[in-house]
């Protein structure tokens, strides 16, 4: 488990992948559309699609450099797949109000993506999705062929991903990217990490509860994968082999900043202080990524202590 290629190796590392799989030659030919490429991870798999020699459109809902307009209709022209990333952040209270935006952003984007996308070049469409499908798995490890869970999370992930499936029925390929905890300069890390750096990390609730984490180079990697890869098709964990107990990942991340972690945050803090989004901290999430495993997907950082280095040095 070393830092793999974490700097500056990606590109390498991605035609080569793609070269073993013997996809390197065609690669230049797709063209992939991305929604919600200036998000955390629709900024990397954006870098790494060019790199690769890939043509990326990105779209948005206002006008911007470097990005087409779509407002319910756009310019699919010449483009094999789309990648919808989009939808409101999770991050933050969830009231009422929250709620009815995190579920309508995700369902009404991608049903109108999809009713715009029929008839065009478009064969594929990858949809982002989430592991809080699954809900509370506790001890039980879950994989793609595992039932929906209960709560917010699981609820909103249902109702995106059968919208998502839509698409299949005009004779379009889709793929579910089910992302787990993103490692990486932005999303959770960013708002954690600096506790760790100031000592003040710990555990959160029991740190019993089961994390599957994800290295965000690995998240575009298989999205990448999965759009050159014909098998690839439904609900795709996108995690780590290795889920880890949460008191095992704040050991990780304070060795990554070089410090203790010695503050536990008691579960009815998070509560009080997160309200439903408790639930992403104290829910128990152990995901086995199946498909990634039986399709052989190749893992450019597949450990946590990998991964927290990579974010840590990119700072």
């Not at 700097?7 to 799989?21: A, F, K, N, P, T």
């Not at 509370?136 to 995106?160: K, Y």
């Not at 997907?297 to 927290?308: Q, V």
């Amino acid at each position: 488990g070393n830092g793999g290629g974490c700097s500056g190796g990606s590109l390498e590392y991605l035609v080569r992948i793609l070269d073993v799989m013997g996809y390197a030659s065609h690669m230049s030919e797709i063209r992939i559309g991305i929604f919600g490429a200036s998000g955390f991870v629709g900024g990397v798999l954006r870098r790494l699609a060019t790199g690769a020699g890939m043509e990326a459109v990105c779209f948005s809902r206002r006008a911007q450099p470097g990005f087409r307009v779509f407002s319910g209709s756009g310019d699919f022209s010449g483009l094999d797949a789309v990648v919808n990333l989009a939808g409101e952040p999770i991050l933050g209270l969830w009231t009422a109000e929250r709620r009815r935006k995190i579920l309508e952003s995700r369902v009404d984007g991608t049903r109108r993506i999809i009713e715009a996308i029929r008839g065009t070049s478009v064969r594929t469409l990858l949809n982002a999705s989430a592991i809080g499908i699954y809900g509370d798995t506790g001890e039980l490890e879950v994989d793609e062929s595992s039932p929906v869970g209960d709560g917010f999370l699981a609820e909103t992930c249902r109702a995106w991903e059968s919208t998502a499936m839509e698409a299949a029925e005009g004779g379009t390929r889709v793929v579910i990217a089910r992302i787990g905890f993103v490692i990486g300069e932005g999303g959770a890390l960013r708002m954690i990490r600096p506790l760790f750096r100031a000592g003040l990390g710990g555990n959160l609730g029991s740190g019993r509860q089961w994390m599957s984490c994800v290295h965000v180079e690995d998240v575009a990697g298989m999205i990448l994968w999965a759009l050159r890869n014909p098998d690839v098709s439904g609900p795709v964990n996108a995690v780590m082999p290795g889920p880890v107990r949460n008191s095992e990942f704040t050991r990780a991340l304070a060795a990554s900043v070089r410090r203790p972690a010695v503050f536990p945050v008691p579960a009815f803090v998070l509560r009080l202080a997160l309200g439903g989004l408790s639930h992403v901290m104290l829910d128990s999430s152990r995901v086995r990524p199946g498909v990634a495993l039986r399709l052989g997907y190749p893992y450019k950082i597949p450990t946590l202590p990998a991964a927290l280095e990579c974010a840590n040095t990119k700072k």
